[in-house]
């Protein structure tokens, strides 16, 4: 037998991040009734007889003594448009309930309002495995509500309802294209017309990143996709467009796109004024260090928030 090739810890994670889950908050409190929370997307059903759960704190956590020890914990369920929950007990140094609004469960345990679900536990087993522990709770009350559940994916926040919205079907055509990020530069395709981001048509009821895979792969790249950048309707020509945010896994030497820096995005021509504006707010937006997710038409719209990592 070969011996195995040692596992690089990166790699590891990034593969592990391929697995799409949502987004919860984990929250107890220490022994001196400190409140505690961490942000988590290693959460699972486990059992309904008895109704039981599991999330996993890691040993890296300034909280993990607490989690390994509680007797009563919550696991709340982000909703969509909780990113700045998320990001809060994702690595906010300062008092985290203090930040977010939250109520107390029955048992004093304090977590966010606003989750579409909401788990009350008492702890069942606290099993060491590894750099972090498998905590697993007993549901002694739960709630839920309707909505859509915050997403999460190779390290990015995504909207199921964004998701959604990227493909209209009452439109006489849908156009998706890729924002490819390559060692921090931007993919271009350069037409007759000036340039424009890799894209294609999508007939209806086709997956919007099946089609765009094998565009790319035609122009030989592969990529993983993050969330969805800018959608937006033109109502002269009856189309949708949508523009997801991607980052090249792999670029053919022989490829006919261009890599432009984002700091010389502004000066280039586009085959349209839409795409002109998509690409000079994306160089705006990487001088900042925050991106948004662009919703509306060819003229005015609204901007939301987007977030990379936990």
């Known amino acids: 037998m070969h011996d195995m090739k040692p596992i690089d810890p990166r790699e590891l994670r990034t593969a592990f991040g391929r697995f799409m889950t949502g987004v919860t908050v ?8 400190k409140p505690v929370g961490f942000t988590a997307n ?29 007797d009563r914990f919550c696991v709340s369920v982000l909703e969509e448009s909780q990113t700045d929950v998320a990001n809060t007990f994702a690595g906010f140094k300062g008092d985290r309930f203090a930040k977010t609004d939250h109520l107390l469960d029955a048992h004093g345990i304090p977590a966010p309002r606003g989750a579409i679900a909401r788990f009350s536990c008492q702890t069942h087993n606290a099993i060491p495995a590894g750099d972090h522990v498998i905590l697993i709770g007993e549901v002694t009350a739960f709630e839920q509500t309707a909505g859509a559940g915050l997403g999460y994916a190779e390290g990015q926040f995504f909207s199921l309802t964004r998701e959604r919205n990227a493909r209209d079907p009452s439109a006489k055509m849908n156009v998706v294209g890729a924002l490819v990020r390559h060692q921090g530069n931007v993919l271009l395709e350069k037409t007759a017309d000036g340039y424009r981001l890799p894209e ?11 089609s765009l895979t094998a565009t790319l792969r035609q122009q030989g790249v592969t990529a993983s996709f993050g969330p969805v950048y800018s959608v937006f309707d033109d109502p002269g020509e009856d189309t949708h467009f949508a523009y997801l945010l991607a980052e090249a896994t792999s ?16 000066g280039l021509k586009f085959t349209s004024p839409p795409l002109a504006s998509l690409l000079s707010r994306y160089a705006q937006e990487c001088r900042t260090g925050n991106l948004n997710c662009y919703l509306g038409d060819t003229v005015s719209g609204e901007i939301h928030a987007l977030t990379e990592g936990i």
């Open 42 to 70: 290693s959460f699972t059903s486990v059992s309904l007889d008895p109704p039981l759960l599991l999330v996993c704190p890691g040993k890296f956590l300034s909280s993990y003594e607490a989690f390994a020890t509680c």
């Open 26 to 33: 984990v929250t107890a409190r220490d022994k001196s009734g």
């Open 251 to 266: 670029v053919a030497a022989d490829t006919k796109l261009t890599s432009v820096a984002p700091k010389d995005l502004p």
């Open 200 to 210: 294609c048509t999508v007939p209806e009821r086709t997956a919007l990143r099946k």
